[in-house]
C-alpha cells in the first residue's frame, strides 16, 4: 500500500509534466482508437452489405459449383433441405437460388448482368429486398417480370415497364432468351450488386436457363454470426459432403478477407510510427525523472529500501501515469467513436467514385467495440512497461554513495 | 562493549589512473552509548570514514565489524537489510521524502522491516513527541523549516531502533538556534535510549558537546580525545 501512495503521489511531483505526458497518451489512445473504429467499421458496413444483402452467412452448393460458377453444377432442391430450420433453430431461413450471367439487353445497348432465380418472399426474408425498391413493384413468385439493379436501370436507361431482353446459355447449353418488363428497380449500398444484379422469380428463372426444379445455392439465413461455426460442424452429418459443398462466407469471400487484412497490415504502419513518437516522449519524462531522482534513488537504499522494491514502486509510478493517460484516451475516444458510428462520414465527389470503383460504399461508420479501446490502452501499457526498464536498470546499477554525491 | 570495530581500513579513489588515497589505515573503535564527533578539514576522510561504516562504500582493505559481523562480506542486498536493520542515517540535506509527510517519512523504515501498524503507530508518535513535532506530523517536509525537517530526520534514524546512527554534517545547513535544540535533542536520546551517536562535523558547536573527538588528517586518525 506504502508503494502504491508513494508512485501516486510522485506522478504529481511534477504536475505539469505529468499533464502534457497524459495528454500525449490520451491524444495517441484516441488517434489510434479512432482510425481503427472507422477502419473496422468500413469492412464490417462492406462485408454486411455484401453478405447479409445477398451471399448469406452459409451457402449449400452442388459440389464444385462455387470453383466453376457454372449452371452445369446446379442441382435439385430436395424438400429435406427446405426442412433445415426445422433441424437447426440457428438456421432461420432456406433462400433457394438459381444464378448465371446473362446479356441484358433493350434497344441498343447491351450489357453484362448476373441474373438471379429467387424465391421473393424468402429472399425478402434474408436480404430485405422488397425495401431496397427504389420505384415500381416487388415480384411475386408466379409473375414473369424482372427487378433490376440501380446500376443497370442506368446504363441500359430502363424504367419501369420497359423491357430487357436477356440472352444467355442455360443449363446442359439450351439457349436462353427471354423478354420481361421492368417490375421494379432496387439500390443497393454495394456499388459491385448495383451494377450487375437482375432477379427473376425462381420458376421463370428455371424456366429461362432451361433447368426446371433446379438450383445453383441454397443461403441460409443466421441472425447471429457466433452460429456460423456450430452449424458449420453439424450440417456434414445432415448433408452428403461427397455431393454437395457447404460454405460459409469466409470461404465464399476470401478476397474480401484478403483486402481487409492488407488494409490492417497498412494501418500497422500508421500505429507504428505513431506508437514510435509517443514512446520517445514517455521516455523523454522517464529519462528527466530518472535523472532528477537518483539523488533520491540513492537516500531510499541507503536507508534500507531494497533495489527490487524501488524498482516496483518506480514502475508502478510510470505505469500509473500510462494508466491515466490511456483511461482518459478511452474516455474521451468511446463518445466521439460513438458520433461517428450514429452519424457515419459520407464521402462525397472524386473520392466517393473513387471508393466505389473498387466496390466500396463511401461510408464510413465507425465501429463501437470496447476491445478497440482497450486494445490501444494495452498497447500503450505494454510500451510504457518496457520503457520504464530503463530507471529499473540505473537503479540496479547504482551505487548509493556516487548517487548521493552527485 | 564495541559496536564498531574497523582494522586497518584503507580507501583508495581512482585506483587505476590517478589514485586518490581518502583513508589510510584507519584503527576504531566505538562504544554503544558512545556520542562520538569525527572532526577534520575537507578531504581529511571523514565522509568516506562514515560511509565506510554505515556500509554505503567498501573500503579497499581492512575490515568494518559491526557487532561481529565483518559487513566487507555482505552482499550487496544483505548490506541494504543490515543497514535497515541496524544503522540509521541523517544526512547534511535532511533527505526527507518529499511526498510523504512527516509522519510516513518516520514510519517507512518500519514498514520496510515489516512492523505491525500499532508498534508503527506508537513509535513514530513517541518519536514525533521526543523531537517536539507531534503537531506537524501530517505535513510534508517542504512545509516544514530546515530544523524542523532535520528532527524529522532524527526521528526516522531512530524510529527502526537502529544500534548506532551516524550523522554526515548534520547541522551545516541549520541556525544556530536549530543546531542548539538538534544537539539537545541528540544528546537527550543518547543519555534517554543510550542511542550511539557518530557525527562527521565542521561545526564547533557540535565539537563543543561531543563526549569524543577523533580527528582525521590525510585519512589517518590524529588524535582521539575521550571528555569527561
Known amino acids: 500500500m506504502m508503494i502504491f501512495k508513494l508512485a501516486w503521489r510522485n506522478i504529481w511531483r511534477n504536475r505539469r509534466r505529468t499533464l502534457i505526458t497524459a495528454a500525449s497518451i490520451l491524444f495517441a489512445v484516441l488517434f489510434a482508437s479512432f482510425m481503427e473504429a472507422l477502419q473496422k467499421g468500413a469492412w464490417n458496413n462492406m462485408i454486411s452489405n455484401v453478405v447479409n444483402f445477398y451471399f448469406g452467412y452459409v451457402q449449400i452448393h452442388e459440389d464444385g459449383y462455387w470453383e466453376e460458377q457454372s449452371l452445369e453444377k446446379s442441382f435439385q432442391l430436395k424438400d429435406s433441405m427446405l426442412l433445415l430450420p426445422e433441424q437447426f433453430p440457428a438456421i432461420k431461413a432456406v433462400i433457394p437460388r438459381i444464378e448465371s450471367f446473362a446479356l441484358a439487353s433493350t434497344g441498343e445497348q447491351t450489357m453484362g448482368t448476373l441474373v438471379v432465380g429467387i424465391d421473393p418472399d424468402a429472399e425478402n426474408q434474408m436480404t430485405g429486398l422488397q425495401e431496397r425498391l427504389t420505384t415500381g413493384n416487388y415480384i411475386e413468385a408466379q409473375d414473369q417480370s424482372v427487378l433490376i439493379a ?46 450487375q444484379l437482375v432477379y427473376l422469380p425462381l420458376a421463370e428463372a428455371q424456366w429461362f436457363y432451361g433447368a426446371e426444379g433446379m438450383i445453383t445455392s441454397l443461403a441460409l439465413k443466421l441472425d447471429n454470426q457466433g452460429d456460423i461455426a456450430p452449424l458449420m460442424a453439424a450440417l456434414p452429418a445432415h448433408i452428403d459432403t461427397s455431393r454437395y459443398e457447404v460454405m460459409d462466407w469466409k470461404q465464399m469471400m476470401p478476397d474480401l478477407l484478403e483486402a481487409k487484412a492488407l488494409d490492417s497490415a497498412g494501418n500497422v504502419v500508421v500505429y507504428f510510427i505513431l506508437y514510435m513518437i509517443i514512446g520517445f516522449g514517455i521516455l523523454g519524462t522517464i529519462l528527466m525523472m530518472t535523472k532528477e531522482r537518483m539523488y533520491e534513488f540513492g537516500i531510499l537504499t541507503a536507508i534500507g529500501m531494497k533495489r527490487a522494491l524501488l524498482s516496483i514502486s518506480v514502475w508502478l509510478e510510470i505505469l500509473l501515469l500510462a494508466m491515466l493517460g490511456s483511461l482518459a484516451g478511452i474516455l474521451v475516444s468511446m463518445p466521439i467513436v460513438w458520433y461517428f458510428k450514429v452519424n457515419p462520414i459520407r464521402f462525397g465527389g472524386d473520392y466517393a467514385s473513387t471508393l466505389e470503383k473498387f466496390g466500396f460504399e463511401p461510408i464510413f461508420p465507425a465501429e463501437f467495440d470496447v476491445t478497440i479501446f482497450l486494445m490501444q490502452a494495452m498497447i500503450v501499457l505494454i510500451l510504457t512497461a518496457i520503457l520504464a526498464l530503463y530507471p529499473i536498470w540505473k537503479i540496479y546499477r547504482l551505487k548509493a554513495v556516487e548517487a548521493m554525491r552527485d | 562493549m564495541s559496536v564498531i570495530t574497523t582494522k586497518g581500513v584503507t580507501k583508495t579513489y581512482n585506483p587505476e589512473k590517478i589514485p586518490v588515497h581518502a583513508l589510510n589505515g584507519v584503527d576504531l573503535e566505538i562504544k554503544e552509548g558512545e556520542f562520538t564527533a569525527i572532526v577534520g578539514p575537507s578531504g581529511s576522510g571523514k565522509t568516506t570514514l562514515l560511509n565506510i561504516i554505515g556500509g554505503l562504500d567498501r573500503p579497499s582493505n581492512g575490515s568494518v565489524q559491526i557487532n561481529q559481523t565483518d559487513i566487507a562480506t555482505l552482499s550487496d542486498n544483505q548490506l541494504i537489510d543490515f543497514r535497515k536493520e541496524n544503522i540509521g542515517f541523517v544526512f547534511q540535506a535532511y533527505n526527507l521524502i518529499p511526498v510523504l509527510t512527516a509522519k510516513e517519512n518516520v514510519e517507512f523504515v518500519m514498514l520496510l522491516q515489516g512492523k505491525s501498524k500499532a508498534e508503527r503507530d506508537s513509535r513514530v508518535n513517541a518519536l514525533m513527541k521526543a523531537v517536539g513535532l507531534e503537531t506537524k506530523i501530517n505535513k510534508r517536509p517542504s512545509e516544514l523549516s530546515g530544523g524542523q525537517q532535520q528532527r524529522v530526520a532524527v526521528a526516522r534514524a531512530l524510529a527502526p531502533k537502529p544500534r548506532f546512527i551516524l550523522a554526515d554534517e548534520p547541522t551545516a545547513n541549520l541556525d544556530s538556534h536549530s543546531t542548539a535544540n538538534l544537539l539537545d535533542l541528540m544528546l537527550e536520546l543518547n543519555q534517554k535510549e543510550n542511542v550511539t551517536f557518530i557525527f562527521s562535523t565542521h561545526d564547533q558547536r557540535v565539537i563543543d558537546r561531543a563526549r569524543r573527538v577523533i580527528t582525521l588528517v590525510d585519512g589517518k586518525i590524529e588524535t582521539d580525545e575521550v571528555r569527561a
Open chain 1, 150 to 195: 440501380e446500376g443497370v436501370a442506368e446504363n441500359l436507361k430502363l424504367g419501369i415497364g420497359d423491357t430487357l431482353l436477356l440472352i444467355s446459355q442455360g443449363y446442359h447449353g439450351v439457349n436462353a432468351a427471354g423478354k420481361y418488363p421492368v417490375a421494379g428497380i432496387v439500390s443497393f449500398a454495394s456499388p459491385e450488386l448495383n451494377k
